[in-house]
């Protein structure tokens, strides 16, 4: 039983600390992922709670089939952001509002220079085909393997690769292109 | 060889996402570094911006506490449930007391009476619980699947009628009905190995936050695309038998909420 089914299957059975571990290794990646989608600090924030309130209410009839947890956590991320923005009756935002960065040092013209650089990969990103910036969002947002983003998305780790692959080809040419 | 290229990039994205720098990555593979080298500046401006992305620490703090809380509020209720032994019991109680409503009901006529009556009507709580009896007692798992699609369809047609009538209460209440039932025949036995709980957990809480924040025409757009979106997931892995039945409903959702929300438009 690898590290992560001792977890998930503790957590299944109301285990504290394992739901804990599980909660805690994936609570930065999920609001990063939802951030960087959204481009708002208090919608992501709220979101990031909704999706561990879904998480707790459905994770005591989820059954191990070897698939990655944050596969199934990032499924349930993806369509609360889905049905955000379903209902906000909106596309995703370009531009977002300032952002919470982890920069060492807090000069603030480093900040607003940071900012404006996340814009345009966050605008760039957004002007790629649906399944590439999918496939960036997860991969370099969430930081998840290329495992967890093919099983996320219900696609073959070979596609995955070759959407990456095509994708940040893509974001390079636009990020060529005069601001 | 292309796909050689996607693999061997990608093995250089896991590093940098792991916060290797790019030119140590490039460096071990000269040859490639000038297709390479250029998309792995683009990946490492990415990572660098995106991976600057973090929670405040006062939305962590809270929400670690907020989080806590719920976790053992609801560890709480799952331990003062009853025990699997009273849970059977009561399981065989409610059978066969569901069989005798269903006999008597059937016996006293009134069963017929209660089909075709309308949620405001005076027979309705009897045809619900008579529905609800039927799918308990159903006699396999494809039975009792076929039952909850066909009520779904009833729920459908209610839902028509009261909307004719201008009742959009009632009729975003059944809209909810069709989704639990959707939902309830997903998690029955005969869908054990689809891996549709999150899909499932997302529909319901999509519902859930439909009544409160919505407009009507959202609300009911909601539920039809959750119920749709479970119903896809189903047909794909339902025995052959079930198929025709969730296309019908399918077919049914999209023309009668489509048909709802243009009867109470014209209504207000």
Known sequence: MSVEQDLVTRAVQGDADAFGQLYESNFDRVYRYLYVRLGNQAEAEDLTQEVFANVLEAIGSLKWRNVPYASWLFRIAHNKMIDHIRREKRVERVDSDETVLSLDDPDPAEIAEHNLQLERVRHNISRLSPAQREVIWLRFGAGLSTTEVASALGKSTGTVKALQYNGIASLRKLMEQPA | ?268
């Open chain 2, 1 to 268: 060889m292309t796909h050689g290229m996607h693999e061997l990039f990608d093995q250089y994205v896991d590093r940098l996402i792991s916060g290797e720098e790019t030119a140590v990555c490039v460096v071990h593979d000269l040859d490639l570094s000038e297709v390479l080298g250029p998309l792995l500046e683009t990946s490492t401006l990415v990572v660098q911006q995106l991976g600057a992305v973090e929670p405040s620490p006062e939305f962590r703090q809270a929400s670690r506490t907020w989080v806590r809380s719920l976790f053992f509020s609801r560890l709480a209720r799952k331990e003062s449930r009853p025990g699997f032994l009273f849970m059977w019991w009561q399981r065989r109680w409610v059978t066969a007391m569901a069989t005798v409503l269903v006999v008597c009901l059937a016996g006293m006529g009134l069963l017929a009476a209660s089909v075709d009556s309308l949620p405001n009507g005076f027979f309705y709580p009897m045809k619900t619980a008579t529905e609800q009896a039927r799918v308990m007692l159903a006699v396999s798992d494809l039975d009792r699947a076929q039952l909850q699609l066909q009520f779904a369809e009833c729920r459908l047609d209610e839902m028509t009628t009261m909307a004719s009538r201008g009742d959009s209460d009632t009729v975003v209440l059944l809209a909810g009905e069709v989704t639990q039932l959707v939902a309830q025949m997903c998690t029955g036995a005969l869908f054990e190995s689809l891996d549709i709980d999150s899909e499932i957990a997302g529909v319901l809480a999509a519902h859930s936050a439909a009544d409160s924040e919505m407009s009507l025409e959202e609300a009911l757009s909601t539920d039809r695309a959750g119920a749709l979106q479970l119903l896809q997931c189903a047909l794909d892995s339902a025995p052959p038998e079930l198929r025709p039945t969730i296309e019908r409903l399918m077919a049914a959702l999209s023309r009668d909420f489509d048909a709802s929300i243009s009867l109470l438009e014209s209504s207000a």
